[in-house]
C-alpha cells in the first residue's frame, strides 16, 4: 500500500515537473540565443587573455553576473586588490538590489528553491519571473527554478565552450547581440500594456536617458537608479493616495 | 597574480554579487510585515528598471556618429509592431534581432 503511495507520489512530482519545465522552457529560448552568443563571446576574450578554459567555467557557475564577469577579466589581469575588486562588484551589481525589493513577494515560501532564486537572479531570470504569467496548474516555485536554471545552463554552456573553442569560431554574427535589447523592450512593453498608470516607466526611461548623456555610458548606472528612487518616493505619496480614493489600494 | 590572489579576487566578486541579491530579503524577512515604502517600491520599481534595463542596452549607442542609432531605432520599431499585432514574445524578439541583423550585416 505504502509502495504504491509513493509511487503514485513519484509520479505525481514527475508531472508537476514536467508541466513547469514546458511552461517555462519557452520563455527561455530568446535567453539561449543571447547568453549563447555573450557567453561564447566572453570565454574567448578569456580564452585569447589567456586563462584556460576552467574560468569562464567555474566563473559562470559561482558568479553567474555577465557584466561583472567581463569586469573580472580586467581585474585579474590587473594589481591584486580583493577591496577594490568588492566595491566594484558592488557598484556594478547594486541593481540587484531593486531586483530583490520587487521579489519580496514570489520568492519567498517556496522552501530552498528560495536560496538558488536569489542566488541566480540575474537580469533576465528576473525579468522573466517577475513578468511571465504562469498558466494554472503549474508549480509556482519549479517553474521559477527551471526558468533561473536554464538560463544559467545557457550561460554556463556558452561561456565554457567559448573557453574551449575560443580561436576557432568564424561565422558572421554580427548583431546577434540585439537579441537582449529586443528582449528587455518586449518585456517593457508587456508591463507598459499591464500596468495602469505608466509614470514610473516613462520616469525609468526619460531618467537614464538624462543620467546616459550628463555621466556617460561608463557611469550613468548608479546615478540613474539613485534619481529613479528619489523621484518614485516622491511620486508616492499622491499615488497612494489615488490608490486608496480607488478603493483597490494595497 | 598568483594563483591565490586570483581565486581571492573571484571570491570577493562572488561575495559582492551574492550580498547585492540576499540584501533585501535578509533586510525584510518574511515573519515581519515589509515597510510600506518598501512594499511601494517594489510595486513602482520594476515599470522603472526595465526603462532603465532598454537604455541600459543602448548605451553605446551614438546619434551623432557611426550609423546614427538608425538600425537600432528602426529594430526597435519593428519588436514594439509586432509585438503589438501578435503579442507573441518570441516571434517579435526574433523579428527584431533578424531585421537587425541584416540592416548592420547588409545596409549599414
Keep these: 500500500m505504502e509502495g504504491e503511495q509513493t509511487c503514485a507520489g513519484g509520479r505525481e512530482q514527475k508531472k508537476v515537473l514536467r508541466d513547469a519545465f514546458k511552461a517555462a522552457f519557452p520563455h527561455t529560448i530568446p535567453i539561449f540565443a543571447g547568453f549563447w552568443f555573450l557567453g561564447l563571446t566572453y570565454g574567448i576574450y578569456m580564452n585569447v587573455s589567456g586563462f584556460s578554459f576552467w574560468y569562464p567555467m567555474l566563473m559562470s557557475l559561482t558568479i553567474f553576473a555577465g557584466s561583472m564577469e567581463f569586469v573580472t577579466v580586467n581585474l585579474l589581469l590587473g594589481a591584486f586588490d580583493p577591496l577594490q575588486a568588492l566595491a566594484m562588484t558592488l557598484m556594478i551589481n547594486a541593481r540587484h538590489l531593486f531586483y530583490g525589493i520587487s521579489m519580496l513577494g514570489k520568492y519567498r515560501g517556496n522552501g530552498w528553491k528560495d536560496i538558488y532564486l536569489i542566488f541566480g537572479m540575474c537580469d533576465e531570470s528576473f525579468s522573466i519571473n517577475y513578468t511571465a504569467e504562469i498558466p494554472e496548474g503549474v508549480d509556482r516555485g519549479w517553474f521559477m527554478v527551471f526558468v533561473t536554471l536554464l538560463n544559467q545552463f545557457y550561460w554556463f554552456s556558452g561561456s565554457t565552450l567559448g573557453g574551449i573553442f575560443g580561436s576557432l569560431i568564424h561565422f558572421n554574427t554580427e548583431g546577434l547581440d540585439f537579441v537582449m535589447t529586443a528582449m528587455f523592450v518586449v518585456i517593457f512593453l508587456e508591463q507598459w500594456l499591464k500596468e495602469k498608470r505608466h509614470v514610473s516607466a516613462l520616469a525609468g526611461i526619460g531618467i537614464s536617458l538624462l543620467c546616459l548623456l550628463a555621466f556617460g555610458p561608463e557611469h550613468f548606472i548608479i546615478p540613474s537608479m539613485f534619481a529613479i528612487l528619489g523621484t518614485l518616493t516622491l511620486l508616492g505619496k499622491p499615488m497612494e493616495a489615488d490608490g486608496s480614493s480607488g478603493g483597490g489600494g494595497r | ?108
Design chain 2, 1 to 108: 597574480m598568483t594563483l591565490t590572489q586570483q581565486v581571492i579576487t573571484i571570491g570577493m566578486v562572488v561575495l559582492g554579487t551574492v550580498l547585492t541579491r540576499f540584501l533585501p530579503f535578509l533586510l525584510f524577512p518574511a515573519g515581519k510585515p515589509t515597510p510600506r515604502y518598501i512594499r511601494y517600491l517594489g510595486k513602482v520599481l520594476p515599470s522603472a528598471v526595465f526603462g532603465l534595463l532598454v537604455v541600459y542596452c543602448l548605451k553605446n549607442v551614438s546619434p551623432l556618429s557611426g550609423s546614427h542609432g538608425i538600425p537600432e531605432f528602426i529594430s526597435i520599431m519593428a519588436v514594439a509592431a509586432l509585438h503589438l499585432w501578435k503579442r507573441q514574445m518570441l516571434i517579435s524578439i526574433a523579428g527584431g534581432t533578424v531585421c537587425y541583423m541584416l540592416l548592420v550585416q547588409l545596409v549599414f
